[in-house]
């Protein structure tokens, strides 16, 4: 959700500069996500009575929709647990009360729709929405680079496959889970590596943040801008904390764990980690 506005923009406000258009008051999840999810169906439900549009247009509009609803359906699981996939227009003869589905089930159903997403931005070859970069790595904002890319869809899909084989989704640590997981992360990476995607080195990797509207580590995103500073801070598809009041998905210490010391020492076990303690790394 977002703050209420009553007198105006304030320090720690953010608006949105791309496109020209600026949230005020709330934005709750549950009903905004739920608008979203609904919206999708109805497009995907009457987009091929569309008479004057191209057939790539009809492509990209449900490439769209199938990424949205999942994405609708991901936030919905994060928050509220598992969820009802929604993949149809509700009509008032059904019933409404739907059962929840499991929190993993809900999760695959999520990554199943994104796939179906990056299928159809591949037939158009919408696997990235920008231009490629310069020799300075920066990008220059279109105004396709607000719309979701096939690539983003195979980042989201891993993402979403990792949160089912994660122990709070998959708590009997079924490991075909895990599988799926890794294939999904190792297609996402492949892809984008083959659509010319590239880190930042780290003397650059502030434009990622602040002062640079894109760079080529960006795989989709949404610029934000303070109504009180010039500097335009964005939101990656892997969000990082940044220097004002948000954040997105930042790692926990556990987490941090996974990987080994710079030295070589892995930190899977407590003994592991006082070993390295000791040694002082």
Request: hydrophobic fraction near 35%.
């Amino acid at each position: 959700g977002g703050r209420e506005q009553n007198n105006g923009p304030r320090r720690g406000y953010m608006k949105l500069t791309f496109p020209e258009e600026q949230f005020k008051g709330s934005i709750p999840i549950l009903s905004s996500m739920l608008k979203q999810i609904n919206q999708c169906n109805v497009l995907l439900e009457n987009v091929d009575r569309v008479t004057d549009a191209t057939e790539e247009e009809i492509l990209d509009m449900k490439g769209q929709a199938y990424f949205m609803r999942a994405l609708g359906h991901f936030c919905l699981a994060r928050f509220y647990g598992g969820w009802p996939y929604q993949d149809h227009v509700l009509k008032a003869d059904e019933d409404w009360d739907l059962a929840r589905l499991p929190l993993k089930e809900t999760y695959q159903r999520c990554a199943a729709d994104m796939y179906t997403a990056y299928e159809y931005f591949s037939k158009i070859g919408k696997m990235r929405r920008d231009s490629y970069p310069g020799m300075d790595g920066h990008l220059r904002i279109n105004n396709e680079f607000i719309k979701p890319s096939g690539t983003a869809a195979l980042a989201f899909r891993g993402r979403m496959l990792l949160y089912a084989a994660s122990p709070l989704a998959n708590p009997e640590q079924d490991p075909e889970c895990w599988k799926e997981a890794a294939e999904a992360a190792g297609l996402a990476l492949k892809v984008a590596l083959e659509q010319k995607y590239a880190l930042q080195p780290m003397d650059r990797w502030r434009d990622n943040f602040v002062e640079v509207d894109a760079t080529n580590e960006n795989i989709w995103q949404y610029r934000w801008q303070h109504s009180d500073v010039d500097n335009a801070c964005t939101w990656l598809i892997y969000a990082q904390n940044n220097k004002t009041t948000t954040s997105g998905t930042c790692p926990t210490q556990n987490y941090v764990d996974k990987f080994e010391t710079v030295w070589g020492e892995a930190l899977n076990t407590e003994e592991d980690r006082a070993a390295a303690t000791a040694a002082g790394h």
